[in-house]
Nanobody, 126 residues
Framework: QVHLVESGGGLVQAGNSLRLSCAASGRTFSSLVMGWFRQAPGKEREFVAALSRSGSSTRYADSVEGRFAISRDNAKKLVYLQMNSLKPEDTAAYYC???????????????????WGQGTQVTVSS
């Protein structure tokens, strides 16, 4: 079982940066593909970024490529999402997610992630 808790959300002006953290519990963290998703009011949950178990491979949504960076610290069981050059359209609840240990691909489909955090709100003002 994996329990995920996000933190670091808040209100920020456009152009500024924010770093989200996701703390994981469980002994299998280093065996999990991790991802970040977001959901704005009235919209479906959308993929933001994914990271391989070792942290050597990443995948990003086109909308955040070059502005966001996902990373992990397996020793501390933490996943990060560094968000730079934030835009008002980045406003959403951000969710940390983990695939089950059997899967290694960096999928963007939220239905393929078995564990989810409760989310942290990010609001970008113009």
């Amino acid at each position: 079982q994996v329990h995920l808790v996000e933190s670091g959300g808040g209100l920020v002006q456009a152009g500024n940066s924010l770093r989200l953290s996701c703390a994981a519990s469980g002994r299998t963290f280093s065996s999990l593909v991790m991802g970040w998703f977001r959901q704005a009011p009235g919209k479906e949950r959308e993929f933001v970024a994914a990271l391989s178990r070792s942290g050597s491979s990443t995948r990003y949504a086109d909308s955040v490529e070059g502005r966001f960076a996902i990373s992990r610290d397996n020793a501390k069981k933490l996943v990060y999402l560094q968000m730079n050059s934030l835009k008002p359209e980045d406003t959403a609840a951000y969710y940390c997610a983990a695939r089950t240990t059997a899967y290694t691909s960096l999928t963007s489909d939220p239905s393929t992630y078995g564990y989810w955090g409760q989310g942290t709100q990010v609001t970008v003002s113009s």
